[in-house]
């Protein structure tokens, strides 16, 4: 009951929790953090412009895009690094992400070459501008937070799923990885006579 009060049981003339008169009782007096109850609080999933896991505006919801899986939802595979003998992220058979040739790249449709982070406006992997693949490019992320973006099927002149010739992007590679852990195939600019960019 003491006014402006919030230090959970730490004042002096306080008593041991919710016993004394003047004394603070958890989440009861004004102005005082309850544990997520109070407005301007975080309280878990609960904010706006909070990423409540599927629950941003404008905002890929976590398995709703048509023809798509956001999550670890997909037939032996996942979404983040740990799909089956696979990851590329929506791994394309022998085909890029960004020009739609068979057995080319991403950007620049060059034959056995990567691709990581260094397109202009589109990327795989956390370093693009204004779009990305996974949870670190400006105006973007990967994982439930895109800032009014999505993940699949929305990306500004680009597109990342399921829409270049002779492309599949999800569970379609064996023994290709995402990040760098395969062997004979590596996602950072690290495979043999290729390189992304």
Excluded: K
Excluded at 30 to 37: E, L, V, Y
Excluded at 40 to 46: A, I
Excluded at 182 to 187: A, G, K, M, V, Y
């Amino acid at each position: 009951s003491l006014p402006n009060t919030s230090r959970h049981n730490s004042l002096p003339s306080t008593t041991r929790h919710n016993s004394l008169t003047n004394t603070t009782r958890h989440n009861s007096l004004p102005n005082t953090t309850r544990h997520n109850s109070l407005p301007s609080t975080t309280r878990h999933n609960s904010m706006n412009n909070t990423t409540r896991h599927n629950g941003l505006n404008n905002t890929t919801r976590h398995n709703s895009l048509p023809n798509t899986t956001r999550h670890n939802s997909l037939h032996n595979t996942t979404r983040h690094n740990s799909l089956h003998n696979t990851t590329r992220h929506n791994s394309l058979h022998n085909t890029t992400r960004h020009n739609s040739l068979p057995s080319t790249t991403r950007h620049n449709s060059l034959p056995n070459t990567t691709r990581h982070n260094s397109l202009h406006n589109t990327t795989r992997h956390n370093s693009l501008h204004n779009t990305t693949r996974h949870n670190s490019l400006h105006n973007t992320t990967r994982h439930n937070s895109l800032h009014n973006t999505t993940r699949h099927n929305s990306l500004h002149n680009t597109t990342r799923h399921n829409s270049l010739p002779n492309i599949t992007r999800h569970n379609s590679l064996n023994s290709f990885a995402r990040h760098n852990s395969l062997p004979n195939t590596t996602r950072h600019n690290s495979l043999p006579n290729t390189t992304r960019h």
